[in-house]
C-alpha cells in the first residue's frame, strides 16, 4: 500500500536553512504529482510546493518564493524540499503529499490530494 515518510525536520535559527526529505513506497512514484504543505498551530493547512508527476511544472505559495525549491528523484522514489532563509513564519509541521497523474495546480487545496506522510516538524527560532 501506499507509503509516504517524511524526514529533515528540526530547530534551526533565521536565516538558517534545511532539506525535507520523502521517501514513498507501495506506489510507482514517477506517476504521482507530489507536494509538501504545512500546517501551524491554529492555521489551516496550506500548500507550500507541488511538482507534477511529468516534472514540467511546480507551484510555489508566494510566501515561499525564491526561498524553497521542490524537485524529486524518481529512480530514488524521493521528494525534496530545498528551505533557504527561513523565517518564523516558516514554523510548522510539513506533510509530503501525492495524488496519482495529477499537476502543480492541485497544491491549491489539500484536499486535492489521496496519500499522505505523517509529517516532520520545522521549528525556526528568532
Known amino acids: 500500500q501506499e507509503q509516504l515518510v517524511e524526514s529533515g525536520g528540526g530547530l534551526v535559527q533565521a536565516g538558517g536553512s534545511l532539506r525535507l526529505s520523502c521517501t514513498a513506497s507501495?506506489?510507482?512514484?514517477?506517476?504521482?504529482?507530489m507536494g509538501w504543505f504545512r500546517q501551524a498551530p491554529g492555521k489551516e493547512r496550506e500548500g507550500v510546493s507541488c511538482?507534477?508527476?511529468?516534472?514540467?511544472?511546480?507551484y510555489y505559495a508566494d510566501s515561499v518564493k525564491g526561498r524553497f525549491t521542490i524537485s524529486r528523484d524518481n529512480p530514488r522514489n524521493t521528494l525534496y524540499l530545498r528551505m533557504n532563509s527561513l523565517t518564523p513564519e516558516d514554523t510548522a509541521m510539513y506533510y509530503c503529499?501525492?495524488?496519482?497523474?495529477?499537476?502543480?495546480?492541485?497544491?491549491?487545496?489539500?484536499?486535492?490530494?489521496?496519500?499522505w506522510g505523517q509529517g516532520t516538524q520545522v521549528t525556526v527560532s528568532s
Open positions: 511538482i507534477d508527476w511529468e516534472e514540467d511544472s511546480t
Open positions: 507501495g506506489m510507482i512514484f514517477d506517476r504521482y504529482a
Open positions: 503529499a501525492a495524488v496519482k497523474y495529477g499537476g502543480s495546480w492541485l497544491c491549491s487545496s489539500p484536499d486535492n490530494f489521496r496519500y
